[in-house]
């Protein structure tokens, strides 16, 4: 069983509060947008951290991660890309590998909306963290735990950082 922190559009800000809210899980994702490698650093020194590149992270934030991540977490197939889109309407630029070999669980951040949702389609969970750091359009700030047991995803969790 693994608990884990699900982040995203962080932007360069760091909340103490990151540390609060992430250090009870075994693993932290981040969904692009770091925007500083300090930000990456600050993360990997709490959990161990898997993540992916956003656009507008710059070309050393792109030399550590990659665009895209499929990997295994307990029993359940993931995948995580920075601009992905939603069930109905992902982005072209991941559609493709979406639908030929769907994961159980698909991340993506870049939107700054929070979005949990089950696509029924391609049977999959889509879990969009929002945004945890300041900048952007979004309301409130916003990250995501959920716990995956086996083949099982469990216990979601939105925490709430408060309004931006």
């Known amino acids: 069983m693994k608990r884990i922190g699900i982040i995203s559009d962080t932007h360069s800000y760091w909340d103490e509060r990151y540390r609060k809210y992430l250090e009870p899980c075994d693993e932290i994702w981040h969904c692009g947008d770091f925007c500083s ?4 650093d600050r993360l990997a020194a709490i959990r161990p951290l898997r993540a992916v590149y956003g656009n507008g992270d710059g070309a050393e934030l792109r030399r550590m991660f990659p665009e895209v991540l499929r990997f295994k977490c307990e029993e359940v ?3 995580m890309k920075h601009i992905g889109g939603y069930p109905g309407r992902y ?3 991941i559609r493709r590998e979406l639908t030929e070999r769907p994961p159980q669980l ?3 951040g870049h939107s700054h909306i929070l979005r949990i ?3 029924r389609t391609l049977r999959l969970l889509h879990i969009n963290p929002g945004a945890a750091g300041m900048q952007g359009w979004q309301k409130e700030r916003t990250i995501v735990r959920l716990t995956i047991d086996g083949a099982q995803m469990k216990d979601c969790e939105v925490v709430t950082l408060g309004e931006l």
Do not use: H
């Open 37 to 40: 490698t300090e930000m990456a």
């Open 106 to 108: 698909f991340i993506s």
């Open 77 to 79: 197939e993931v995948l």
């Open 91 to 93: 982005d072209p630029s």
């Open 117 to 119: 949702k089950y696509d």
